[in-house]
C-alpha cells in the first residue's frame, strides 16, 4: 500500500511499483490543490528546473519521468551511469529537457553550478539518493 502523510511525503510498502507510487504522489497533490483552489488547476512545472539525486532507477527515476512530462527541466545525478543516460534518453526521446551528472553527494556544489549554468536556476531539490546496506544494524 501507498499513503502520503502530510510532512512525511510517501509511505512505500515494497509489494508496490514505484511507478506507481511517484504517480500516485502527484495525482494525490494535484487532487489537493484542485479541491483547494479554483476551476481547472493544471499542475505543470513548465519552465522550472529540478535536481534530483538517486535519479537513474525506482523512485528518483519515477520523480524525473514525471516532473520531465509536466514540463520541468531535469538534471539527473547518480552514480550509475548506464541507468543514469537510460533515464535522460527516455526524457529526451519523450519530447522533454534532461542532463546528468556523475558526482558523488559530497560534491553537492558541482551539482548545482551544473543546473545553474545549464538551465540558469534550481527551483526544486529532490534528495533522493541512498545507500541500500544488505546487513543488520544488530
Known amino acids: 500500500y501507498i499513503r502520503g502523510v502530510r510532512g512525511r511525503g510517501i509511505i512505500y510498502h515494497p509489494d508496490v511499483d514505484p511507478a506507481d507510487a511517484a504517480g500516485?504522489?502527484?495525482?494525490?497533490y494535484h487532487n489537493t490543490?484542485?479541491?483547494?483552489?479554483?476551476?481547472t488547476l493544471e499542475m505543470n512545472f513548465i519552465g522550472k528546473t529540478a535536481v534530483i539525486t538517486g535519479a537513474g532507477?525506482?523512485?528518483g527515476r519515477c520523480y524525473a519521468l514525471e516532473l520531465a512530462k509536466r514540463?520541468?527541466?531535469?538534471?539527473?545525478?547518480?552514480?550509475?551511469?548506464?541507468?543514469?543516460?537510460?533515464?535522460?534518453k527516455d526524457i529526451v526521446d519523450a519530447g522533454g529537457k534532461a542532463a546528468s551528472v556523475q558526482y558523488s553527494l559530497n560534491e553537492s556544489?558541482?551539482?548545482?553550478?551544473f543546473a545553474l549554468q545549464k538551465y540558469g536556476s534550481v527551483d526544486i531539490l529532490i534528495n533522493n539518493a541512498g545507500h541500500l546496506m544488505d546487513k543488520s544494524f544488530a
Open 24 to 28: 500516485l504522489f502527484f495525482a494525490r
Open 33 to 39: 490543490l484542485h479541491k483547494t483552489q479554483s476551476t
Open 57 to 59: 532507477r525506482g523512485l
Open 71 to 88: 514540463g520541468c527541466n531535469v538534471i539527473l545525478n547518480d552514480l550509475h551511469e548506464e541507468n543514469r543516460e537510460k533515464t535522460v
Open 109 to 113: 556544489d558541482a551539482i548545482m553550478q
